[in-house]
């Protein structure tokens, strides 16, 4: 495993993190605790010691997952987690932003994941209105001074490229920027990872594997029919015109020899701004297979494949 500096934290974090949205059910499975013991076991075997969560992964439910897995090694793992939304049922969330329901959130995400201290606490896809809350930000700052959040960061919207954030981090007190970067969404290249990079902001890469489809796993045609899988609530007409796409990456541009999903994961590694990547996985198989494209990535001179 390879590790970098998550920008002005100082932390130094595994290039290979581990994403766990999967774990609130979302994604066509539902997990055991031993699967998760399973899982993060052979993740820390690897090295991989950066662990990325949320408030709604189910109701604090991933958070309890993880919690219980890493009993006994927290000290092992460097854990993120969010706030600003109630898990109501599967792909159904109430926003929550004043002040003292943040601090409620972070309670039970606290008691969920059996620690006293959050290692990065992120606003999670809020609106620009809902950021602009001096009050929000006054109060985090007294849980960093109090010690239950080490550092706070912002986890950007899908939805937009959301550079007003990002340029306010440093005012804010965050330390880190995550959002949706991979080889079909290169958008934050343009002006959000430049300003990460102007401010020493961390940068954690999520959707690396855009949502499995730059895994190599899925061929033109297939169709995500579960009800509990995310994938079937989008528009399948896009995903299919996306794994066409994928395809022609697998034959232009992905080295004999080098297993597409690992590809992948180094791709969006090899961007100067780039920390962290973290995919999500169902199996230990796949934490193997993802821990693999640190050998493909210098910890900090990435190689360039464009």
């Not at 606290?110 to 606490?121: C, F, N, P, V, W």
Request: aromatic share 8%; glycine share 8%.
């Amino acid at each position: 495993m390879r590790y970098r500096r998550l920008g002005k934290t100082g932390l130094h974090v595994s290039v290979i993190g581990l994403g766990t949205w999967q774990f609130g059910g979302e994604w066509g499975k539902q997990f055991t605790q031993s699967e998760v013991d399973q899982m993060l076991g052979r993740a820390q075997e690897l090295g991989i010691n950066f662990t990325d969560t949320a408030e709604c992964y189910g109701d604090h439910l991933s958070e309890q997952l993880i919690g219980r897995a890493i009993r006994g090694q927290r000290d092992k793992w460097i854990i993120a987690t969010k706030f600003g939304h109630q898990f109501i049922r599967n792909f159904e969330r109430a926003e929550r932003w004043a002040p003292e329901e943040v601090l409620a959130q972070l309670e039970a995400s606290l008691k969920a994941l059996g620690t006293e201290t959050i290692d990065l606490y992120q606003f999670h896809s809020g609106s620009d209105q809902v950021f602009n809350q001096d009050a929000l930000w006054t109060m985090l700052d007294k849980q960093v001074k109090a010690g239950k959040v080490r550092f706070l960061g912002i986890s950007i919207s899908s939805k937009s490229e959301n550079l007003y954030q990002v340029q306010q981090a440093s005012q804010v007190g965050a330390s880190v920027i995550q959002l949706v970067y991979n080889r079909l969404e290169r958008g934050p290249e343009q002006r959000v990872l430049p300003a990460c990079q102007e401010q020493d902001l961390g940068v954690l890469a999520r959707v690396p594997l855009a949502s499995g489809l730059l895994s190599g796993k899925y061929q033109p045609g297939t169709q995500f029919t579960q009800a509990d899988d995310v994938r079937s609530q989008q528009d399948q007409a896009e995903l299919q015109r996306r794994l066409q796409w994928v395809q022609e990456i697998a034959r232009q541009e992905v080295p004999p020899g080098v297993p597409m999903a690992a590809w992948a994961l180094a791709w969006c590694l090899r961007h100067p701004a780039v920390t962290c990547v973290i995919p999500g996985c169902k199996t230990v198989e796949q934490i193997e297979m993802n821990a693999r494209a640190a050998d493909l990535v210098s910890a900090d001179h990435p190689q360039a494949w464009d």
